[in-house]
């Protein structure tokens, strides 16, 4: 079977993780797994030249099944994708996407396009219902991680490593994590951070950030984007997520599923199993989100210990295998080893 994955541009993020997590899966499985791209690098994202250039793709790779990741793409592959091919459309927002009157209004032209909705958390599920009461209700999906991440062992690092795994973006505020690694300069050399992920600094409030970050003299702290999600995750003492919101974070999730002890905000904290053992700060606040580190640290050789005994759970509870299985049994579709196994 061909499924054809779109995303809106090349970039890495949560839904990017997610797709690459899918398609490997589905080639497990024996798909054949495809990845398009709505704004392609140095292409025209106007509206006629999108629809165009999607309904090509469409055509060329003939899928049996279209999985669209949020908002922009999941408006275009509703428009273009034929009818008598499958669609999932799955949205990944922390906020609310349908806020907006265009998106709100697009979607609700797009009706006419059977498809299923899949979202990655409950918030999701009633801000849509709420918005399209006369809808289907989505179908909740939660985000899978991946079974090839390391597991991590020893003993905590002299001194402690807290890593931060996302892409530097707006979102993600990364001026409540400068201001938490000024809070520990300060006065305590026994904690090393870093962030791991792209710099989006395109973004005027990123440009910002990133000219403080060098007037500090820590750009080493900030390498880029992972070669080796798992393995720099292994290597860390603790996860530190400075987002006050998340649909649900595959990172927080990948850092719990390696056995990380997780300090994030309360609302972020929300949208993890109960059993995840997480320090929580307020939202937007450095001084508590400071406290919640160092709470984690006091006892850190009891955090990782609970960590560790949770991330067989995390595992099997947000495998990627049901998380791909999932969206395959919501389109009605079946490949041969699922056809063979009934």
Known sequence: ?????????????????????????????????????????????????????????????DPDLVVSHS????????????????????????????????????EAHSRRRARAVIAVSRKQVDEYAAHFPRRARPVLVPNGVSGELPRRSGAPGQPARVITMARVASQKEP??????????????????????GPILRTDPRIARFWEDVRARGLERLLPGP???????????????????????????????????????????AATLPSHVPAATFASGDASSAEAAIRSVLSDLPA??????????????????????????RIAGVAGPREADAG
């Open 71 to 106: 908002a922009l793409p999941n408006l275009y592959s509703a428009i273009v994708t034929p009818r008598r091919t499958p669609l999932l459309s799955v949205l990944h927002s922390a906020t609310d996407d349908f806020a907006s009157p265009l998106l709100r209004q697009a």
């Open 303 to 328: 955090a990782l210990d609970r960590a560790a005994s949770t991330s067989a759970r995390v595992r099997a509870e947000f495998s990627i295998g049901a998380t791909a299985g999932a969206y395959l």
């Open 1 to 61: 079977m061909r499924i054809l994955q779109l995303l809106l541009r090349p970039q890495i993020g949560g839904a990017e993780t997610l797709v690459a997590s899918l398609a490997a899966e589905w080639s497990r499985l024996g798909h054949t797994a495809e990845l398009a791209y709505l704004d392609p690098e140095g292409a025209s994202t106007g509206k006629v030249a999108r629809g165009r250039r999607l309904r090509r793709v469409i055509r060329d790779i």
């Open 175 to 196: 001026e409540l994590w400068l201001d938490v690694v000024d809070r520990f300069a300060r006065g305590d050399a026994a904690v090393a951070f870093s962030w791991l």
């Open 226 to 268: 992972s070669d080796d999600v798992g393995a720099d995750l292994a290597s860390a003492d603790l996860c530190f997520h400075p987002s006050s919101r998340e649909a649900h974070s595959i990172g927080v999730l990948e850092a719990a599923a390696v056995g990380l002890p997780v300090v994030c905000s309360a609302d972020v």
